[in-house]
């Protein structure tokens, strides 16, 4: 089991720009991807951005956000630019049980407690 604390989430207006957080522990970080799912109200958990030695993204984010590592750190980012509101959701990040791509949460064994973000129209 991983330990994941997100942080980073806020309101911001559509357009702008928000960059979220998470620092993992607990097991070696570099040896497990890492991915960001969303949750908005009344809809089911999503797949968002995940990483390894490269990148995955959703379909509705590609070209606006970006996923990146910080093995040294721990830490993984989404950094979120021309937001949008139907990015309104809860933000989880995952790490996923080895150093392989998915977008399946089942893939995903430990879970940060979310951060919200809210973009206004």
């Known amino acids: 089991q991983v330990q994941l604390v997100e942080s980073g989430g806020g309101l911001v207006q559509a357009g702008g720009s928000l960059r979220l957080s998470c620092a993992a522990s607990g097991r070696t970080f570099s040896n497990y991807a890492m991915g960001w799912f969303r949750q908005a109200p009344g809809k089911e958990r999503e797949f968002v951005a995940a990483i390894t030695w490269t990148t995955y993204y959703a379909d509705s984010v590609k070209g606006r956000f970006t996923i990146s590592r910080d093995n040294a750190k721990n830490t993984v980012y989404l950094q979120m630019n021309s937001l949008k509101s139907e990015d309104t959701a809860i933000y989880y990040c995952?790490?996923?049980?080895?150093?392989?791509?998915?977008?399946?949460?089942?893939?995903?064994?430990?879970w940060g407690q979310g951060t919200q973000v809210t973009v206004s129209s």
């Open positions: 995952a790490a996923g049980r080895y150093f392989l791509y998915s977008a399946n949460a089942h893939d995903y064994d430990s």
